[in-house]
Nanobody
Framework: QVQLVESGGGLVQAGGSLTLSCAAS????????IEWYRQAPGKQRELVAG???????DYAHSVKGRFTISADNAKNTGYLQMNSLKPEDTGLYSC??????????????WGQGTQVTVSS
């Protein structure tokens, strides 16, 4: 079984930075993809950033140039570096990860979520 543990959220002033981590543990051969989502109060969950196994990245327009998604395959951990944070970045951030756990077998799951609050 694979488990995901998120960390790194918190309260930060506008203009500040945070780095979120999403650590996967268990029977993992490799990471296929990592995605970070956020959900602000009263709003739908949105995709913030994505990273595929071939290194392709995708960002929401609102975070381009400020957020960077990355992964350390040796540690089975994904990261979201967030710079120049704005109050509108406030929300519950969750990672979604797909990993390879065996020949032609993958696992997909969600982290528990970590709260990011940006004060003005």
């Amino acid at each position: 079984q694979v488990q995901l543990v998120e960390s790194g959220g918190g309260l930060v002033q506008a203009g500040g930075s945070l780095t979120l981590s999403c650590a996967a543990s268990g029977r993992i051969l490799s990471i296929n993809s990592i995605e970070w989502y956020r959900q602000a109060p009263g709003k739908q969950r949105e995709l913030v950033a994505g990273l595929s196994s071939d290194g392709d990245t995708d960002y929401a327009h609102s975070v381009k140039g400020r957020f960077t998604i990355s992964a350390d395959n040796a540690k089975n951990t994904g990261y979201l570096q967030m710079n120049s944070l704005k109050p509108e970045d406030t929300g519950l951030y969750s990672c979604n990860v797909e990993v390879v756990i065996g020949p032609e077998e993958t696992w997909n799951g969600w982290g528990q979520g970590t709260q990011v609050t940006v004060s003005s």
